[in-house]
């Protein structure tokens, strides 16, 4: 079975063509990925405009989604049914890909499946890898989210802590910003750490130890926080005299680099331990950092734990990894009603 995945949250309009394999391990194959970009008009903004990225969604998703079914070789009726990012994200983004969805499943006939986007980054990992060796901690990170969550069955995601502020992708495009690099971040700052000394410039590391008042279920103590690293890398910059040189900030982009990734790092393996993980995986837009690719690689091959990745096509946000989770949700048997609407804040249960 051929299921066409949208996703629309935020400022990639993308279409899918994903098809089931047949094969328990390795249950899903791409027939098409197609993205469509808004990055280069939110450049010039300095960040995501919401307003900006609804309308070009508008203008964007009947060509995307012609184009993933010509590049799979489907047409509308090899689909066996259509999956769609039902949130978080911008409202006014979420809605294009959820209208388009549901006219789009009622014309062809067939049924429509609402998807968690987080749980679309989750299944990234299994698309690309097969499926993960349970129970996972998976560790979603991108610029909406830091979260890690525990997968003991396929399909069922446990939410075990998350960032009390800042995202990481967030923290990297807010750093970016403040040194002029901008929009986005991660892969600038990714490039230029490459020529930095990571131990130039000491910037502090949260642990948090208590427990969120406002999240009373969680413990806690595998929680994130981005946003004093972000104040202090501020102050650094601003206390200054002079502007920093390029070097200088090559420096300060590595030592980010390596506080942000230690921390997601140690935090992932620490869950790993506390709930006896079989394997651990990272997922998100932050997951096609270079530093943290070849950390994660390395920890797992040292303490013989097996890590997964997803391709670098499939980290940051697309649909047929919103495809693939719509794929799950239909064969447990979910679908949504045809009245489905966006949700912004939408909780993954
Ligand atoms: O998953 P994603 O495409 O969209 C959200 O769901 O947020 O993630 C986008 C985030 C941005 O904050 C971007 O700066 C970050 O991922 N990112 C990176 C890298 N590539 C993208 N962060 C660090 N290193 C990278 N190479
Ligand atoms: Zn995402």
Same mark, same amino acid.
């Given at each position: 079975? /051929? +299921?066409?995945?949208?996703?629309?949250?935020?400022?990639?309009?993308?279409?899918?063509?994903?098809? $089931?394999?047949? !094969?328990?391990?390795?249950?899903?194959?791409? &027939?098409? @990925?197609? +993205? #469509?970009?808004?990055?280069?008009?939110?450049?010039?903004?300095?960040?995501?405009?919401?307003?900006?990225?609804?309308?070009?969604?508008?203008?964007? +998703?009947?060509?995307?989604? $012609?184009?993933?079914?010509?590049?799979?070789?489907?047409?509308?009726?090899?689909?066996?049914? +259509? #999956?769609? =990012?039902?949130?978080?994200?911008?409202?006014?983004?979420?809605?294009?890909?959820?209208?388009?969805?549901?006219?789009?499943?009622?014309?062809?006939?067939?049924?429509?499946?609402?998807?968690?986007?987080? #749980?679309?980054?989750?299944?990234?990992?299994?698309?690309? @890898?097969? $499926?993960?060796?349970?129970?996972?901690?998976?560790?979603?990170?991108?610029?909406?989210?830091?979260?890690?969550?525990?997968?003991?069955?396929?399909?069922?995601?446990?939410?075990?802590?998350?960032? /009390?502020?800042?995202?990481?992708? $967030?923290?990297? !495009?807010?750093?970016?910003?403040?040194?002029?690099?901008?929009?986005?971040?991660?892969?600038?700052?990714?490039?230029?750490?490459?020529?930095?000394?990571?131990?130039?410039?000491?910037?502090? =590391?949260?642990?948090?130890?208590?427990?969120?008042?406002?999240?009373?279920?969680?413990?806690?103590?595998?929680?994130?926080?981005?946003?004093?690293?972000?104040?202090?890398?501020?102050?650094?910059?601003?206390?200054?005299?002079?502007?920093?040189?390029?070097?200088?900030?090559?420096?300060?982009? #590595?030592?980010?680099?390596?506080?942000?990734?230690?921390?997601?790092?140690? &935090? *992932?393996?620490?869950?790993? &331990?506390?709930?006896?993980?079989?394997?651990?995986?990272?997922?998100?837009?932050?997951?096609? %950092?270079?530093?943290?690719?070849?950390?994660?690689?390395?920890?797992?091959? &040292?303490?013989?734990?097996?890590?997964?990745?997803?391709?670098?096509?499939?980290?940051?946000? %697309?649909?047929?990894?919103?495809?693939?989770?719509?794929? /799950?949700?239909?064969?447990?048997?979910? =679908?949504?009603?045809? !009245?489905?609407?966006?949700?912004?804040?939408?909780?993954? *249960?």
């Amino acid at each position: 079975m /051929r +299921i066409l995945g949208i996703e629309t949250s935020c400022d990639e309009t993308s279409a899918a063509v994903v098809e $089931e394999t047949g !094969d328990a391990a390795k249950p899903w194959a791409i &027939r098409s @990925n197609v +993205i #469509a970009s808004q990055i280069p008009i939110h450049r010039e903004w300095g960040g995501v405009v919401p307003e900006l990225a609804s309308r070009q969604h508008i203008r964007d +998703i009947c060509g995307v989604v $012609e184009r993933a079914l010509l590049q799979a070789d489907t047409s509308w009726s090899d689909l066996g049914a +259509i #999956a769609v =990012t039902q949130g978080p994200g911008l409202v006014g983004s979420l809605l294009v890909g959820v209208s388009f969805a549901k006219a789009a499943a009622a014309a062809a006939g067939v049924p429509l499946v609402a998807v968690h986007h987080l #749980a679309g980054h989750i299944e990234s990992l299994v698309l690309h @890898n097969g $499926e993960l060796p349970l129970p996972s901690v998976v560790l979603v990170v991108s610029g909406g989210h830091t979260s890690l969550y525990l997968v003991e069955r396929p399909g069922q995601y446990q939410l075990l802590s998350r960032t /009390r502020d800042d995202a990481a992708g $967030e923290a990297y !495009d807010k750093v970016a910003k403040l040194l002029g690099l901008g929009y986005p971040g991660g892969p600038v700052i990714d490039r230029l750490a490459a020529s930095g000394n990571d131990r130039a410039v000491a910037l502090p =590391t949260t642990r948090l130890t208590h427990a969120d008042r406002n999240a009373p279920e969680l413990k806690g103590d595998l929680d994130f926080s981005f946003s004093g690293l972000k104040t202090a890398v501020l102050r650094h910059v601003r206390g200054r005299d002079a502007a920093p040189s390029d070097q200088e900030i090559a420096d300060i982009a #590595a030592s980010f680099q390596r506080v942000v990734v230690t921390v997601l790092i140690e &935090r *992932l393996f620490d869950a790993a &331990r506390q709930y006896q993980a079989k394997s651990v995986g990272v997922a998100g837009g932050v997951s096609a %950092n270079s530093r943290l690719r070849a950390e994660l690689v390395e920890r797992g091959a &040292r303490r013989e734990m097996p890590t997964f990745l997803p391709s670098l096509a499939l980290s940051t946000d %697309n649909a047929a990894m919103i495809a693939a989770a719509g794929l /799950r949700k239909l064969r447990a048997g979910v =679908t949504a009603p045809a !009245d489905l609407n966006a949700d912004a804040a939408l909780a993954l *249960l």
